[in-house]
């Protein structure tokens, strides 16, 4: 027990992961793949496509099994658990904004879902009346005026509103883990950056450990405290703490171009 | 004359409102394809018949109804996320399977008779009205039932069961972020659907004092069709809920029908007929979509 609290809080251990198995176009992504994540830690991940970055958050999420090896949260083996179970610890952020919140129901209704997470969806009240307050204070938190809006159906909003709102809905609760899966990279530049400011702001007020899934180097290099640079299954690339904050935009640049060179394109 | 058949438009409008609601809940609210409501339907007829028999009281005998209904439901529901087959095959397996227990309820009748027995039509709060009323007693009984089942599924949905229930439709992925399975919400809303389908039909039998193994051909046209030209034609009406527009759809969907007869065609064709409305509400709220697409 004394050694959970120096253990990190995600390892994957000896990770094997081949997709499409069996057939022509098998291909092995992660052997003998090892990744751990620090308490606390805001790590930022980039990677070409087909790197693997993807992949790692869906292993870590429980979205893809990995073929062996195994993945422990807090210290316990989740490596066998469903990702709806693993969902009560783990909060998400995707890509596509339409996937954080429900459309059809109103803002109130989608944080009040949330608000329940982990507990039983019995036959009480879905929105409790005395959490109203707390949830306008929540969502002041986003600086968008959804605070006034809490009775219009979250199919009308924008992208950048959508996304500020899966945002805190997915950290509304007590999680040990957020994942952000490429969250900015459907967003217009303006909402791209406000939901970044949004990221950077929970994660430090609510001192999450986070990991991000990022195509803009520039954030990968701006925010968080670990970067890590995925090719073809392996981290060629992870810096963390003051030898992150000596790299550059330019440096990363340079270790793609040189990958690009290697592959021979 | 045409008093009569605006009573008779409700009477059956309202019984069919009952399936309409339940069908609400698994194609508009789950987006899920239910086919089992052809096995579910004349399933509540043939509880009902083989209860009331045994002298079961017939109030009783809707919420057994409904609850033979649910574990139907819920088995479509069981074929389609533990086993993993599609949608569409795990109603028909349930509705084919169906059959077969619908008979061994009955004791192999196709159809069942009860007549001179207790139902919920002529006995109690039906016997209870005042002399003025008894005459309409029947279409004030479904109107009652109709507008319990809606509130209830009103309030239901209300709930934080209900509010995942309609969260589940709508993004799935959602539920999964809500650390709960999204299957069991499938598996709870086909049981309603069911359970309501199968109270319609308990209530159908009551009327008609007896239940026909047969009843449940062209149900979930029917009841798709209930609830396609309902939430079409008032969803404009900001302030309508779900249910009612089921509602209102099964009555104007029955009134079409009645007209249709009334005007001379032929009851032999009325499967026909059914076919046809449903293609043009589903076909009409394509073109109201602007093309949209329309997984119906």
Redesign the interface.
């Known amino acids: 027990m004394h050694e959970k609290t120096n253990r990190p809080l995600v390892e994957l251990n000896h990770i094997k992961k081949t997709f499409n198995a069996g057939s022509v176009n098998e291909s092995l992504l992660f052997d003998n793949f090892n990744f751990s994540v620090e308490h606390g830690q805001f790590i930022s991940i980039v990677g070409s496509n087909g790197s693997g970055k993807t992949t790692l958050l869906n292993l870590i999420c429980g979205s893809l099994m990995p073929d062996s090896g195994s993945i422990l949260l807090d210290g316990h083996d989740i490596t066998k658990m469903?990702?709806?179970?693993r969902?009560?610890k783990i909060?998400?952020v995707?890509q596509d904004p339409?996937?954080?919140?429900?459309?059809?129901?109103t803002i109130l209704?989608?944080m009040?879902?949330?608000d329940?997470?982990?507990k039983?969806?019995?036959?009480?009240?879905?929105?409790s009346k005395k959490r109203i307050d707390y949830y306008r204070h929540q969502l002041e938190m986003l600086r968008l005026g959804l605070e006034d809006k809490i009775n219009m159906p979250v199919g009308l909003l924008s992208g950048g509103q959508r996304q500020a709102l899966s945002l805190l809905i997915?950290t509304l609760t007590p999680i040990d883990l957020l994942i952000l899966d490429e969250h900015t990279a459907a967003l217009d530049p303006k909402s791209s950056e406000n939901v970044m400011e949004l990221t950077e702001k929970f994660v430090r007020e609510k001192r999450l450990t986070a990991v991000m899934v990022t195509h803009n180097l520039r954030y990968a290099v701006e925010y968080g405290d670990r970067l890590v640079m995925m090719h073809k299954g392996v981290a060629v690339k992870d810096v963390a703490y003051h030898e992150k904050d000596a790299c550059s935009v330019e440096d990363l640049l340079k270790i793609f171009t040189e990958i690009s060179i290697e592959c021979g394109n | 004359m045409v008093f009569g058949l605006i009573e008779t438009v409700f009477r059956e409008g309202f019984i069919y409102a009952l399936m309409a609601m339940g069908v609400l809940i698994t194609y508009k609210i789950l987006d899920f394809p239910d086919l089992s409501v052809d096995g579910t339907f004349p399933l509540g007829a043939c509880v009902a018949a083989a209860l009331i028999t045994l002298g079961v009281n017939p109030w009783l005998v809707c919420i057994l109804a409904f609850a033979a209904g649910a574990c139907m439901g819920s088995i479509t529901g069981i074929l389609h996320v533990k086993l993993g087959i599609t949608d569409l095959l795990s109603g028909i397996l349930v509705m084919t399977a169906s059959w077969s227990i619908n008979l061994i309820i009955t004791g192999g009748t196709a159809i069942f008779q009860f007549f001179k027995l207790p139902t919920i039509f002529n006995s109690g709060i039906a016997k209870a009205l005042p002399p003025a009323l008894y005459a309409h007693r029947q279409v004030i009984i479904v109107f009652l039932l109709a507008v319990i089942v809606k509130l209830a599924l009103d309030g239901?949905l209300?709930?934080?069961?209900?509010?995942?229930l309609?969260?589940g439709g709508?993004?799935s992925?959602?539920?999964?972020?809500?650390?709960?399975?999204?299957g069991h919400v499938k598996i709870l809303g086909l049981a309603i659907g069911n359970g309501c389908t199968a109270l319609a039909g308990c209530v159908l039998a009551q009327l008609n004092e007896n239940a026909d193994v047969n009843a449940g051909k062209g149900m979930v046209v029917m009841a798709l069709a209930a609830v396609i030209i309902g939430t079409g034609v008032f969803r404009r009406v900001s302030f309508m809920k779900l249910t009612t527009m089921a509602v209102c759809g099964a009555i104007l969907y029955k009134a079409c029908l009645q007209i249709a007869l009334l005007l001379g065609l032929p009851s032999i064709y009325l499967k026909l007929l059914m076919a046809v409305l449903l293609t043009l509400s589903i076909v009409s709220q394509k073109i109201g979509n602007k093309g949209g697409a329309l997984n119906a």
């Not at chain 1, 469903?82 to 179970?85: A, T, V």
């Not at chain 2, 992925?173 to 999204?182: D, E, K, N, V, Y």
């Open positions: 469903p990702e709806y179970k969902s009560a909060g998400r995707f339409s996937m954080g919140a429900c459309p059809s129901l209704e989608n009040a879902l949330a329940n997470k982990g039983h969806y019995d036959l009480s009240p879905g929105v997915s | 239901f209300k709930t934080k069961s209900g509010l995942l309609r969260a709508d993004n992925r959602f539920i999964t972020s809500l650390a709960h399975h999204p």
